[in-house]
């Protein structure tokens, strides 16, 4: 019994051991280089909410090419108003051979956290619920939900400007300058870093596409996933300017990623999750 | 596998070397499911419905103890063919191997055991380790336990190790303790206390991706999270006549949990990281004679997620250390076993109250309420804030020597947002469901069995119907056919009034059962023991076999 006696108090004691842990950084990584606000002299027109279209896609899906030739498409006609991000969540994604791995765990947060993303392709629009669903699973229906979705008006318009793109260094600094027309409810504002011309392997139907090109593919969320909060207290003809600097290899640590072929993607996200609005730029226009 | 099938022919061949002073059991289960696509009812869109078409799971074991040697050993091998088992929203899984093996040798008063075990502390809150194949959980420990019984009324055990994840593991390190005893007052009065403590470390690889995770956060949501966390209990069943008393208290020292509740942190609806310490209290009371039982519950709950590591692939059913046991009534018929809670790790408050009644030899009465809240219970919005209710009543009438009947009534309050997210699903689903159930014995061996049921959640899938009629020729057969009618699907639900028929028959000879299926299943959350899961839409056919020698 002593024994036993002695084994617990051990665990007690060991209990209130002081651990050194892993390396938090309590500094702040992404600087913001400017944040300013105004109020700008003349009414801020009325806009139209742009869609963030976040398709869930997988290598081995057999009918994820067809989902990426519809978000190609609505992507050709549509233009800056239609900002697609190509979501590789576990699901059907793992890898083929020494192919690139195009999972990553912003994509399965984003997955596990808005989904279950049990069906692919399948697509958030604006990550609005639609017929009691945020997952739109039939991509028929997708370019009518988008259209429907840019008919609506938003509080805020969205310009994304690329300062500069550092390709021997892999840096890039960018400007996101918010024009509010109407008093905003509180919202956040996040960033992704997204990627097209990939070549990896797919499935399509019951044959392999070795040399497959995947186009905007999430790489990374380089704000919180769920954006920075800007407040619940910007009023009507408030312009915000932020200005930021990435260095591309503090999240791309092997150097897989092509500058050339990446966009920085910009939304404003609501406390309900939806998304009011938002757009891209590439890095090297 | 050479090594695997040397293994096992070894251990055959000694066992039946020894087969003179010892006994060789084992049994083997076979499932298969076909898949039809039936996009109607969202059975589709998956590369079971799209390409496989099928899937196949089995388990076989053996196993081998000789009494006279205090000797135990035994191999289980598991088979997942294109399986949706562990997990039907994922993609199919394909593995092959040893599942379970362990030795097992008495020294006196000492027990060892190594390679894959099971086993619980206390009610299961600060460690168990078990397998529960309809939901698809192994969570055995592979390592080594001891147990050293001092007397007849005392033991401790000990155990190192890992938890097993399907056929591999997952790295974080387990280890625990545990003191059990029994002692007696006079003749009406007993004491069964016991304490325990677990520790678990994680693993640097673990550790390396929640640090990044953590280090995603804004700057004042970031912490240092611990490798080790440690969770004790102290607990006792008192026995006084006819009363019986459990109670468990446990308290987790602080680590990174997955606390998709707090709101403060960054968002409720993402998997994020809060360093918080946790704390459960459990308790039963039970009084029952002839004729007459009651029995009442009460737990609280207070961040205690005991995992593997927070990570996102250890939610859930995954990585889970610990058994948290639900208060609520685990009910079985279909209809009125389609609204079941899972018992909850971050927060939660809940109570029930059980009680049986047989006035006279031959009619039975059961009821039960029940009630799960958040922790901060507010008397001014106390219906509204309400997560889970239950009332429940039924009638066991046993009419004559041959016919038998259940009638009862069933309504639950629930939170479907809460318990099944996304947001922006009814935080208040209503629902009625009488049920009735009517078993005839044609004679000795032959009976029909009929069950109807209906339901209202007018919030959810709307109204239904179930009839189910059943033919058992006893031991050796049994039919069934049944149909689950949503005759007039809720406003939520794009669903037209579908039927969800299932054809069932099985033949048993001696050991070995067969059965063959036809199932057109409604996705919902399925529960045993308040481990829940959901399970999509299913269309086709499943068969499967079940013996043990």
Known sequence: MKNIGFLLGLFILLSACEEEGPFINFEEEQATLVDTSYVSATPIPSVNKNVLFEEFSGVRCSNCPLGNAITNGLFNSLGD?????????????????????????????????????????????????????????????????????LAQSSFV????????????????????????????????????????????????????????????VLRQSISPLIGANIGSDVTQNTVIIKEFKIDIDDYDTNKLWTMNHMYVVAFVRLDNDDIETATMAELIP | MNKLFTFTFLLLSIAQSIHAQGFISGDLELRNDYYVKDSTIGASGTNHYDDLKSSADGWLTVNYSNDEWGFRTGIRLDMFMNSRFHNPNEDAYTAFGVGRWYVEKDFKKLTITGGHFYDQFGSGITFRAYENRFLGIDNAIFGVKAKYQ?????????????????????????????????????????????????????????????????????????FIPKYNTYVFSLYNRLNIGKVSWFIEGAFKTSEAINDPLNKSIVDPLFNVYSNKPGNIIYTSLTYSKKGFGISAQFKRTDNFQFRTSPEDNETLINGALNFIPPTNRQNSLRLPARYQPASQEIEETSFSL???????????????????????????????????????????????????????????????????????????????????????????????RFEAQYQSAQRDFGQWLYALIEFNMAPKLSISISDMWNFKPGPNKSSKNEHYYSVYTSYTEGPHRFFISYVRQVEGIVCTGGICRLEPAFNGVRAGLNTSF
């Open chain 1, 81 to 149: 108003r239609f900002v697609p991000v190509t979501v590789h969540s576990d699901f059907l994604a793992l890898p083929y051979g020494n192919d690139q791995d195009l999972r990553n765990s912003d994509a399965n947060n984003l997955a596990s956290s808005l989904g279950p993303v049990g069906v692919k392709p399948s697509t958030f629009v604006n990550r609005k619920i639609i017929n009691g669903s945020r997952l739109q699973q039939s991509p028929g229906t997708w370019s009518g939900l988008v259209n429907n979705e």
């Open chain 1, 157 to 216: 318009k969205m310009n994304l400007e690329i300062i500069d793109a550092d390709e021997t260094e892999r840096t890039v600094r960018y400007r996101i300058i918010l024009s509010y027309n109407q008093n905003a409810p509180n919202h956040n504002l996040g960033f992704y870093l997204t990627e097209s011309e990939i070549i990896a392997e797919q499935l399509d139907g019951s044959v392999k596409i070795s040399n497959y090109e995947h186009e905007f």
């Open chain 2, 150 to 222: 001092f007397n007849d009324n005392w033991f401790a055990k000990g155990f190192v190790g890992v938890r097993k994840n399907r056929l591999s593991f997952y790295n974080p390190i387990i280890k625990g303790v545990n003191v059990e005893g029994y002692l007696s007052v006079g003749e009406k009065v007993t004491f069964s206390p016991g304490i325990s403590a677990v520790n678990r470390t994680i693993d640097e690889e673990s550790m390396t991706t929640i640090a990044n995770v953590i280090n995603g956060y804004e700057l004042k949501d970031r």
């Open chain 2, 354 to 448: 059980d009680g049986t009644y047989t006035p006279k030899k031959g009619i039975t009465f059961n009821y039960s309420f029940s009630e799960i809240h958040r922790n901060k219970i507010k008397l001014e919005s106390y219906a509204a804030d309400n997560l889970f209710r239950e009332l429940y009543l039924d009638t066991e009438w046993k009419v004559s020597k041959k016919v038998k009947t259940l009638i009862g009534l069933q309504f639950v309050q629930y939170n479907q947002e809460f318990y099944e997210g996304p947001a922006n699903l009814p935080t208040d689903v209503q629902v009625y469901s009488p049920f009735f159930e009517l078993t005839y014995k044609l004679d000795r061996k032959k009976s029909l």
